[in-house]
């Protein structure tokens, strides 16, 4: 069961934990009793949804609870606390570094860089383990190890950019920093076009990045948000402005539709583009807020739907973007959700 994007030529699912692959498929298409071993469908349009997975698993067991379900060309990659996985045309392959991760995790991070245009899916936990890097040239996750740690990385204009960044050399934590890399060489951190900033030393450290057209950086820090617009100079490529007063509450409500995004901020729930900061959450933000202290807080952005889920532990506060509502929705003991377009049916 799946639904032909004719705009893309792909075949789009939507995947969920343990249950193997979740998916749109059309109302028309669906055939009697085919709906025998599901539960808690809802009917969106023209389109059947089942939020909370099949009782039948589709793909083969990975063994343990998914963190992370990441689109990376053709690829889903798959990752665990401490195993990490590859889906490609119906293949469930391991890719774990070789020796493994140093510490388990169980909130993965991904952004996309370029290498002379090659991209790589790079792959972050917080700064709880190095950074690694894979293309399906490679068999397993690849360790950076002269990529600095950090708690934030995003792909920028042929570099990888980090903020958040733990200094080697003074053996401390510098969460004001950004760093980014050599252009083309982003394993090159201290030479050629490689730099940092670091902003006034306080409390407010960088939490998480996006990107806006025409390559506006966001920088989304604890206490505020600032705007990086690239100057043209290879060495010093971002003038750096203040955008709101805003935190972001946790790196994990961050989530990109291409031309801007949407995360909890420290006082409401925002959508930022290229038209600015705007709150969206008046009617929610209060029973969120006071949920969210010490919850595990992770989103997804159902493009299909245009809808953000911002979940907080077991409740998906979701946010229709186009019809600018909100709902809510049990995700009972799912630990994740993805995006992914595929060229071949598992």
């Known amino acids: 069961m799946y639904t032909r994007d004719e705009r893309k030529g792909r075949d789009l699912y939507i995947t969920s934990f343990h249950r193997g692959l979740n998916f749109f498929t059309?109302?028309?298409?669906?055939?009697?009793?085919?709906?025998?071993?599901?539960s808690n469908f809802r009917v969106k349009g023209q389109r059947v949804v089942p939020p909370k997975g099949l009782t039948t698993t589709i793909v083969e067991d990975t063994g343990g609870?998914?963190?992370?379900?990441i689109p990376f060309e053709d690829n889903l990659v798959i990752m665990l606390e401490d195993e990490a996985w590859k889906l490609h045309g119906g293949a469930l392959t391991e890719i774990t570094?070789?020796?493994?991760?140093?510490?388990?995790?169980?909130?993965?991070?991904?952004?996309?860089?370029?290498?002379?245009?090659e991209p790589y899916l790079i792959v972050g936990s917080y700064g709880v383990n190095p950074f690694y890097k894979w293309n399906s040239t490679l068999s397993g996750l690849a360790e950076m190890d002269t990529t600095p740690f950090a708690r934030a990385s995003i792909g920028y204009r042929g570099r990888l950019v980090l903020g958040n960044v733990y200094d080697d050399s003074a053996a401390e934590w510098c969460p004001f920093r950004l760093q980014w890399s050599e252009i083309n060489d982003f394993e090159t951190w201290e030479t050629g076009t490689a730099g940092f900033y670091d902003f006034v030393s306080s409390a407010d450290e960088i939490r998480g990045f996006l990107v806006l057209p025409e390559d506006v950086l966001v920088v989304l820090r604890s206490e505020t948000c600032c705007l990086g617009y690239p100057t043209g100079d290879a060495y010093d490529p971002l003038s750096l402005r203040l955008l709101a007063r805003v935190g972001l509450y946790d790196a994990g409500t961050l989530q990109s539709f291409g031309t801007g995004g949407f995360f909890l901020g420290?006082?409401?729930?925002?959508r930022v583009d290229a038209a600015g900061l705007q709150s969206i959450g008046l009617a929610v933000r209060d029973q969120i807020l006071s949920n969210a202290f010490g919850a595990t807080l992770w989103s997804f952005l159902d493009v299909a739907s245009k809808e953000y889920y911002l979940v907080v532990d077991s409740t998906a506060w979701i946010y229709n973007y186009e019809e600018n509502t909100w709902s809510t929705c049990d995700m009972g003991t799912i630990t994740c959700l993805g995006g992914w377009y595929a060229t071949s049916i598992p």
């Not at 609870?65 to 379900?69: C, K, N, P, Q, R």
């Not at 493994?100 to 245009?117: I, M, Y």
């Not at 420290?266 to 925002?270: A, M, S």
Request: charged share 20%; proline share 7%; aromatic share 12%.
């Open 26 to 38: 059309p109302k028309d298409a669906l055939q009697d009793g085919m709906l025998a071993d599901g």
């Open 65 to 69: 609870a998914i963190y992370a379900l």
């Open 97 to 117: 570094p070789t020796g493994g991760f140093p510490e388990s995790a169980t909130r993965w991070s991904s952004t996309v860089a370029l290498l002379f245009g």
């Open 266 to 270: 420290t006082d409401d729930v925002y």
